[in-house]
């Protein structure tokens, strides 16, 4: 599900994935277009929008109320509404995308939406087929929070500095998008071993959180400090980036009171025993 928002978001709704002549592309500008598909930038989001915008925000929420993290947020007429506001925001944002003036020297045909439209389809009801299970995990021990902190942060890390600094030194774009293959590969396998019941505790998806969240506060503080014409189109990422050190400050704090708390209640039972 994460991944089918990231195609529906930058496919299907803004459509960068088909559009060189998207603002934000720089020198990913068709740059490994290949049957109409910009891969390299298309790879790039899908891992970004599936991490910081969809995998992110839950595992904080799971955080913050963990009373509620088994329990479903919306029943069948909130997703009614969520999906009727979603499709009211495409048929006013899509025209208004593809009359942009940097967009409109290289629209993608309708035949790519559509076809974006069903890989977010299909990725729907593989999603709905799995039942919400998570996948069985091989025996051995988890992964200690410090690994998986900076296994966030490099994994966030590489998937921007692959695709750019390769476009830059004009590799060829076979090469930047095997690898950019092999890292979400390695990235995937680690989720699917570490990150999953019983292996991850509270520490754990609070490490994964604040790896991922800190490469990009470090980045949007750094545009915003150094940036041309300071203030910019990053302003305020500063004090953002602070209020979300607060945030993970007040969650780690939970987590070890949490932890105390259970430990002293397993040395009671113990010694009751």
């Known amino acids: ?19 060189p002549g998207w603002e934000d592309l720089g020198v990913l500008s068709a740059y490994g277009m290949f049957l109409g598909v910009q891969w390299p930038w298309t790879l790039m989001l899908i891992a970004f929008h599936a991490t910081i ?19 479903p947020l919306l029943k069948t007429p909130g997703l009614v509404l969520a999906t009727a506001g979603i499709a009211l925001m495409a048929a006013f944002s899509i025209p208004g995308f593809r009359r942009m003036p940097e967009m409109a020297g290289s629209l993608p045909g309708w035949g790519m939406i559509a076809g974006a439209c069903v890989v977010v389809g299909l990725l729907i009801v593989a999603a709905r087929l799995s039942g919400g299970g998570s996948p069985s995990t091989a025996p051995g021990r988890g992964a200690r929070p410090g690994v998986v902190f900076g296994a ?34 390695l990235a995937l396998g680690f989720g699917l071993r570490r990150l999953f019941p019983p292996r991850i505790t509270e520490m754990v998806r609070w490490a994964a959180l604040s790896g991922s969240l800190g490469f990009w506060m470090i980045v949007a503080t750094g545009h915003e400090l150094s940036g041309p014409g300071w203030p910019n189109q990053y302003t305020g990422a500063g004090a953002i980036s602070l209020g979300i050190i607060i945030l993970l400050i007040y969650m780690i704090k939970r987590i070890r009171r949490t932890e105390i708390r259970t430990s002293i209640d397993g040395n009671d039972a113990t010694e009751t025993i």
């Open 1 to 19: 599900m994460a991944v089918a928002y990231g195609i529906l978001e930058e496919g299907v709704i803004v459509q960068t994935f088909f559009n």
């Open 53 to 71: 915008s969809i995998l992110a925000p839950l595992a904080a929420a799971d955080l913050i109320w963990p009373e509620g993290k088994e329990t």
């Open 152 to 185: 966030a942060f490099l994994f966030q890390a590489l998937n921007v500095i692959i695709p750019l600094f390769f476009a830059e030194q004009g590799v060829t774009p076979g090469v930047t998008i095997v690898l950019q293959a092999v890292l979400l590969c």
